[in-house]
């Protein structure tokens, strides 16, 4: 543009000497100055962003951000004009290499489809450079721990056929049977399951036939007994003879197809002669002489002499020689208890009418001292009813009484017919017969 002219401006006027300036004065605007036609916000190179990687060389963008010029503070990007924004520049960052790392597979499949196994994986040492990761020799990774290339692995118990047992015996003496064992599935803990989990293909045999050869029908028999049935003198031995045909079945009869003869059940055998013997014979001991505490107990001793199964009593003088067994000896049933002693029933307190009888009860000790040990519920009673026959009925003779205690027992008893009683019991008599007399 063309320099302002100063001839448009007016010649300033002179002031008075003598007089200040008035700085009151107002100052009329420039008008020599064109005018600012461009927009407040510009486009202004910023700071940049964080590097794309942290190693092995990444990149970083220029910020580029909308200013107003006047003041220099950010404002929305729409205030600027877009088709003058400067391109976006990159620049190299963070170039330095990557430290090496080891980089594992995914872990094989395990080894074996049951039981213990192994799985396996591949490790291999890389570095990184930029964006993309390469493998390097493993001397690279050599201060690292290096992860575990196997590991143990077990997808299920494994189950197997186990035979438990030996062969049995043939199922026949002769001729063709079968023999059996047990076989049984089992898991690796031991313990039995359903043989479904077992490989039916590799399964034992359970049985097989077996050939214990022809039959043959023949005498079978025992030893013979051992011992005599006499302990002296003759006597006989025994044993079992059976006829055993068709694979071991027993034929009833007298011995069926077996066509040898029978061999002998019965032999004769002998001891020697039968020399008499005397001995001590015991009876069983008594019983305790007490109830309770030390007693004693006896037995019979008898000399007895033996010929073969016979014995006889004989004479002690013959068993002299030999020691004789004790015939008494002591017996301890245990310390005596406390126990009930009572007195005789006394005198009806009336002859008819229902008296009463009493009687004194103690409880002693066995040194008979008084004791409080006694069982109450085993107490004996101390009184008793008696002479219930009705007073109504009147004996003349007054000689005639009751000279018995138990005189109520003997009328029951109907034991007034004879003369003892009817003497002894007069007055009971007596009113019996007259109540007879009045029914």
């Known amino acids: 543009f063309s320099p302002p002219s100063f001839d448009r401006w007016p010649p300033e006027r002179t002031r008075p000497r003598g007089l200040a300036p008035n700085r009151n004065a107002r100052i009329p605007p420039r008008t020599d100055l064109p005018p600012d036609t461009q927009s407040p916000f510009v486009w202004r190179r910023g700071g940049v962003t964080d590097c794309s990687v942290s190693c092995g060389k990444g990149f970083q963008q220029r910020i580029i951000v909308c200013v107003n010029r006047h003041t220099d503070e950010d404002v929305s990007e729409t205030s600027c004009n877009s088709a003058a924004r400067p391109a976006p520049e990159e620049e190299p960052c963070n170039t330095q290499p990557c430290p090496p790392f080891w980089e594992a597979s995914a872990w094989s499949e395990c080894s074996v489809s049951c039981g213990p196994g192994v799985q396996q994986r591949q490790l291999q040492c890389r570095q990184s450079f930029g964006t993309r990761s390469t493998m390097v020799h493993p001397q690279h990774c050599s201060h690292l721990t290096q992860p575990e290339s196997t590991q143990a692995c077990q997808l299920q118990l494994c189950s197997h056929w186990e035979v438990s047992s030996n062969w049995s015996t043939c199922s026949v003496d002769c001729g063709?049977?079968?023999?059996?064992?047990?076989?049984?599935?089992?898991?690796?803990?031991?313990?039995?399951?359903?043989?479904?989990?077992?490989?039916?293909?590799?399964?034992?045999?359970?049985?097989?036939?077996?050939?214990m050869g022809p039959c043959v029908t023949?005498?079978?028999?025992?030893?013979?007994?051992?011992?005599?049935?006499?302990?002296?003198?003759?006597?006989?031995?025994?044993?079992?003879v059976v006829c055993l045909t068709r694979g071991g079945v027993r034929d009833g009869g007298g011995g069926g197809d077996c066509v040898v003869e029978k061999p002998l059940?019965?032999?004769?055998?002998?001891?020697?002669?039968?020399?008499?013997?005397?001995?001590?014979?015991?009876?069983?001991?008594?019983?305790?002489?007490?109830?309770?505490?030390?007693?004693?107990?006896?037995?019979?001793?008898?000399?007895?002499?033996?010929?073969?199964?016979?014995?006889?009593?004989?004479?002690?003088?013959?068993?002299?020689?030999?020691?004789?067994?004790?015939?008494?000896?002591?017996?301890?049933?245990?310390?005596?208890?406390?126990?009930?002693?009572?007195?005789?029933?006394?005198?009806?307190?009336?002859?008819?009418?229902?008296?009463?009888?009493?009687?004194?009860?103690?409880?002693?000790?066995?040194?008979?001292?008084?004791?409080?040990?006694?069982?109450?519920?085993?107490?004996?009673?101390?009184?008793?009813?008696?002479?219930?026959?009705?007073?109504?009925?009147?004996?003349?003779?007054?000689?005639?009484?009751?000279?018995?205690?138990?005189?109520?027992?003997?009328?029951?008893?109907?034991?007034?017919?004879?003369?003892?009683?009817?003497?002894?019991?007069?007055?009971?008599?007596?009113?019996?017969?007259?109540?007879a007399k009045r029914h």
């Open 218 to 240: 023949n005498w079978y028999f025992t030893d013979w007994s051992n011992t005599c049935s006499a302990q002296c003198g003759p006597g006989v031995q025994k044993r079992e």
């Open 265 to 435: 059940e019965m032999k004769a055998c002998n001891r020697g002669p039968c020399v008499p013997t005397v001995m001590w014979y015991s009876s069983p001991w008594s019983q305790c002489s007490v109830l309770c505490g030390d007693g004693s107990q006896r037995r019979d001793i008898i000399c007895v002499k033996k010929m073969g199964s016979n014995f006889t009593v004989v004479p002690a003088t013959e068993c002299a020689h030999l020691e004789k067994p004790a015939a008494v000896q002591e017996c301890d049933m245990g310390e005596c208890e406390p126990q009930w002693f009572t007195t005789e029933w006394s005198a009806c307190s009336r002859s008819c009418g229902k008296g009463l009888q009493v009687r004194e009860v103690r409880c002693l000790t066995p040194d008979k001292q008084h004791s409080q040990a006694c069982d109450p519920g085993s107490k004996p009673e101390q009184e008793q009813i008696c002479n219930t026959i009705p007073c109504g009925l009147q004996v003349t003779d007054k000689n005639c009484r009751d000279r018995r205690d138990n005189c109520l027992m003997v009328v029951q008893a109907r034991m007034c017919v004879y003369s003892y009683y009817k003497t002894a019991c007069c007055a009971s008599c007596a009113q019996s017969a007259q109540r």
């Open 176 to 211: 063709v049977g079968r023999k059996t064992r047990s076989v049984r599935c089992v898991s690796d803990q031991g313990s039995v399951v359903s043989e479904n989990e077992c490989n039916s293909r590799l399964r034992p045999q359970g049985s097989e036939e077996c050939n």
